[in-house]
């Protein structure tokens, strides 16, 4: 091997390492990088905005039926009361 073939392969090499994003690496192996806190708790937080409005919706449709429910009772119940 000349030494200009050893140079150009040297550089080539670095060249190619210097693309190389860890999750080539990390990828064969079964490792991947750590996720960072945020990346971890905004899907848990938009999770829980969405059983908080799914709880809320349903609160909603349930109180609107139980004052119906209610509501009739008590009219009918006055209105024995006033005779």
């Known amino acids: 091997m000349s030494l200009k073939y ?12 210097g693309q190389l994003d ?3 690496v ?3 192996l079964g490792l ?3 996720r960072s806190l945020g990346s ?4 848990a937080f938009g999770l829980f905005g969405v059983g908080l ?4 919706g ?3 449709v349930l ?18 009361h006033s005779e």
């Open 26 to 28: 990390l990828g064969p």
């Open 40 to 43: 971890r708790m905004l899907p």
């Open 32 to 34: 991947e990088k750590k």
């Open 22 to 24: 860890p999750s080539d």
């Open 6 to 17: 050893l140079k150009f392969l040297s550089k080539y090499l670095l060249k190619q390492l």
């Open 63 to 80: 109180s609107s039926k139980l004052n119906e429910m209610i509501g009739h009772h008590d009219t009918h119940d006055h209105a024995e």
């Open 58 to 60: 349903a609160g909603l």
């Open 53 to 56: 409005m799914a709880g809320f």
